[in-house]
């Protein structure tokens, strides 16, 4: 499977800071299998990086985390959990928090909690 190595050499690219390197591999991976819903959760992943304004790309991330959620069902509580990172980024604080809302419903991990809040906490002091 070959879409499976470009996502685990995007994921090497990512470790060493290349994000745009990791976005060629994810799209070379999505051009093999364009329903690879984790190629699509890692695309969302490196354009929805608040900590790296040069790539982030709060449409590409959003697309991208909505096809692999809905590729998925909804069920895989990462990608819903992927899908609320990339509306984050995209400042649908309302929508972020329903998303995580989902996702702790499917996998409550302590760290989706702490991220509702943060999501929680953005979406009050929007409303200011």
Do not use: W
Request: net charge neutral; with cysteine; glycine share 2%.
């Amino acid at each position: 499977n070959h879409s499976t190595f470009y996502c685990s050499r995007g994921l090497v690219q990512m470790n060493l800071n290349s994000a745009k390197d990791a976005i060629r591999d994810y799209t070379v991976a999505l051009t093999i299998n364009r329903n690879d819903a984790y190629a699509h959760f890692l695309l969302a992943s490196a354009y929805s990086n608040p900590d790296d304004p040069l790539h982030t790309n709060s449409i590409e991330a959003v697309e991208h985390a909505e096809i692999a959620a809905r590729l998925t069902q909804y069920r895989n509580a990462q990608y819903v959990m992927g899908l609320a990172r990339a509306l984050r980024v995209a400042h649908s604080y309302d929508k972020a928090v329903a998303a995580a809302k989902k996702a702790i419903e499917l996998d409550p991990r302590d760290d989706y909690k702490k991220e509702l809040s943060q999501f929680e906490r953005l979406m009050a002091e929007r409303s200011r």
